[in-house]
Structures are given as structure tokens and as C-alpha cells.
């Protein structure tokens, strides 16, 4: 079954940050014995850590059959903590929703329904959170139903209490999203994430095929609106954004004639945000 459903219990966030963490620097036998260690080292309350390693696992973080081992991809996030703690939050935030359209599969369903709940959000700021809870699960769960990809065709359900856990992960974006139960969109994003978030539409077909490096991808409706989704965007701040952050990564251009075409030379991998 393609499970929808988020998992995040109270500082899940934090958690997770702390497990790649320790498995990247020890070895380990189990998740009691990691969490052991994180409880005594970090003074972390004890937390619910239910069903955290699956999804680290479908999120392609940690290896699915040696679940305190890192993937590559794992371990390139876990750089990115070494040398910049403070863009964690945003590149877990990252992760969960673009690992569907990385590898769509069953298994990265729960990817798929953050990757959409961000849709609805954005569609809807600024909202209250509480009040646009049930509207937003329905709309996905109906979204789920009419899908066209194989990977959904048995899908479980999504509910208030996944809503509750996604909030847990916006919540602890910077700029903020999120502040005193209203969803908002912001002005600007991290230039290391607005980065990957473009290299992330040229390597697969979120909006459309796939894209060579070095050719221009015009900023279509529905490429802004990608954009726009997985960084909980403002559409009237995208061009300024990719402009700020192309001045300051040679590997991206903007550029403005009858139409709003950005450029991309080479592969931004996870690592090269350290």
C-alpha cells in the first residue's frame, strides 16, 4: 500500500536531525541504542520515534535494509549539518518534498502527499492552519484518487493528525511559514535551497520532462508554481529571488525577454550546499 500518511511525533524534526547525526559518526546495532546515546549526550527529552527509521528509509536517507546506515544521499545531508546546522531544517523540509519525483514508488508516497499538502497551502495562504486542516486532507486524498501514477493506485488514508505532524516540519523553516497558527508564504528562501529546488526540476519530471543542463527552462505556470511549492514561495518574489541568487552562484542566470527563462549549467549535488 502507498502509504500517505505523515509520521511525526513532538520534535520529530530535531530527532531525526540528531539520528544522521550519530549514525554518520558511530556504529550501530539498533535505533534503541542510538537513541540511547542521544538522549544521554544531548539532553533531548525521550520522544516517540515510531515508524521514523521506515520513513528515513523511503525518504532514501538511511539504507532500507540497515536502517543506522546512511545512503549516499543520507550521508551528502548530513555534510550539509556539518558545515551549516542552520539550513538542516530546510533541506529535511526539501527532501520530504521532492523524494517522490526523485524515485516515484509506493514506498515515497508519503513525499507525494507533503509535496501536495505544500500545494494546498500555498493555494490557500495565508490561512489558519487549524481551520484549512480538513479542507487541505481532503483535497489530497481526492488529489490521490485521481492520479494518474501507478505508485498511488492502492494508497492509504491522510488525516488531521498528518496535517498536525507536517506542521511540525514547516514550523521549523527559516524564514518562517508558520507563526501563531497562520500558514504564510515567504519573500525569500535560502539561495542553497532555491539551488537545489531548480536542479531538482531539470533532473526530473515534476512539471515536465527532463531537462538538459545548460538549456533555458522558460518559467511557465506551472514551473513557478512547482517553484514555488516546495520553497512555500510568494510567485511575486520569484524572479528576484532566482536573480539574487544567480549573482551569487555562476552556474545560474536569469534572463528576461518575452518570456522569464532560467539557466542552470551543471548538476547542483546536496553536498555542494556545505
Known amino acids: 500500500m502507498a502509504k500517505l500518511h505523515i509520521e511525526g511525533a513532538s520534535d520529530r524534526p530535531e530527532v531525526i536531525k540528531q539520528y544522521l547525526d550519530f549514525i554518520d559518526r558511530r556504529d550501530y546495532s539498533s535505533l534503541d541504542a542510538v537513541m540511547d546515546d542521544i538522549y544521554r549526550e544531548t539532553g533531548l527529552d525521550l520522544v516517540n520515534t515510531k515508524n521514523m527509521e521506515t520513513t528515513l528509509a523511503k525518504l532514501g536517507l538511511v539504507d532500507q535494509q540497515n536502517r543506522q546506515q546512511l ?12 558545515y551549516n546546522d542552520d539550513l538542516f531544517f530546510e533541506l529535511l523540509h526539501f527532501t520530504y518534498a521532492t523524494a517522490y519525483h526523485r524515485n516515484p514508488s509506493p514506498d515515497r508516497a508519503i513525499s507525494w502527499a507533503y509535496y501536495n ?3 494546498e497551502f500555498r493555494r490557500r495562504a495565508p490561512v489558519n492552519f487549524t481551520d484549512a486542516k480538513q479542507e487541505v486532507v481532503e483535497s489530497v486524498m481526492e488529489r490521490a484518487d485521481r492520479a494518474p ?34 500558514v504564510t508564504l ?4 535560502p539561495k542553497e535551497i532555491v539551488l537545489a529546488t531548480i536542479d531538482h526540476l531539470y533532473r526530473t519530471d515534476v512539471d515536465s520532462e527532463t531537462r538538459e543542463y545548460g538549456n533555458p527552462m522558460e518559467l511557465t505556470d506551472d514551473t513557478v508554481d512547482t517553484l514555488c511549492t516546495i520553497l512555500l514561495l510568494q510567485e511575486e518574489s520569484v524572479a528576484d529571488v532566482i536573480e539574487h541568487v544567480a549573482s551569487m552562484d555562476a552556474r545560474l542566470s536569469l534572463k528576461s525577454d518575452y518570456q522569464l527563462r532560467v539557466r542552470l549549467t551543471d548538476p547542483v549535488e546536496i553536498n555542494d550546499l556545505a
Open 71 to 82: 545512503t549516499d544521499y543520507g550521508r551528502d545531508v548530513v555534510e550539509v549539518l556539518l
Open 117 to 119: 499538502i505544500c500545494d
Open 149 to 182: 501514477d501507478s505508485a498511488l493506485d492502492d494508497h492509504g488514508p491522510l488525516s488531521n493528525t498528518s496535517l498536525s505532524n507536517y506542521r511540525r516540519f514547516i514550523e521549523r523553516l527559516d524564514s518562517s511559514v508558520y507563526e501563531d497558527g497562520e
Open 186 to 189: 515567504r519573500s525569500f528562501a
